[in-house]
């Protein structure tokens, strides 16, 4: 049985740092996309980072040079280093994992509708 458990989550001031975790189970890790998403209050879900089962990343404009996202296939393990955050990265965060067959270009667009798994999510709150 597939299953996505993502931590990490928490309340820090603007500027501050977090670094979430996720931890998959019951499938071949390595083979995947994975993929961090985000969830603010009355906003869609939107994607924030993603990574190949090659290891090579991507990110939303947002993000890009404060979040890093990286993968530890020995333990089955996605994390995603937030750095410098703002008020604006305050919501429920949630890890996912890619459709078997996901190709790179794929994997980068960070749709949705590419993934099938998800975590419960973590909180994640920037105060100002």
């Known amino acids: 049985q597939v299953q996505l458990v993502d931590s990490g989550g928490g309340s820090v001031q603007a500027g501050g740092s977090l670094r979430l975790s996720c931890v998959g189970h019951?499938?071949?890790?390595?083979?995947?996309?994975m993929g961090w998403f985000r969830q603010a209050p009355g906003k869609e879900r939107e994607g924030v980072a993603s990574?190949?089962?090659?290891?090579?990343?991507a990110y939303a404009v947002s993000v890009k040079g404060r979040f890093t996202i990286s993968r530890d296939n020995a333990k089955n393990t996605l994390y995603l280093e937030m750095n410098s955050l703002k008020p604006e990265d305050t919501g429920a965060y949630y890890c996912?994992?890619?459709?078997?067959?996901?190709?790179?270009?794929?994997?980068?667009?960070?749709?949705?509708?590419?993934?099938?798994?998800w975590g419960q999510g973590t909180q994640v709150t920037v105060s100002s």
């Open positions: 019951g499938f071949m890790y390595e083979s995947y996309c």
């Open positions: 996912a994992r890619g459709r078997w067959g996901v190709d790179a270009s794929a994997c980068y667009e960070r749709s949705e509708v590419r993934f099938n798994y």
């Open positions: 990574i190949t089962s090659y290891g090579t990343p």
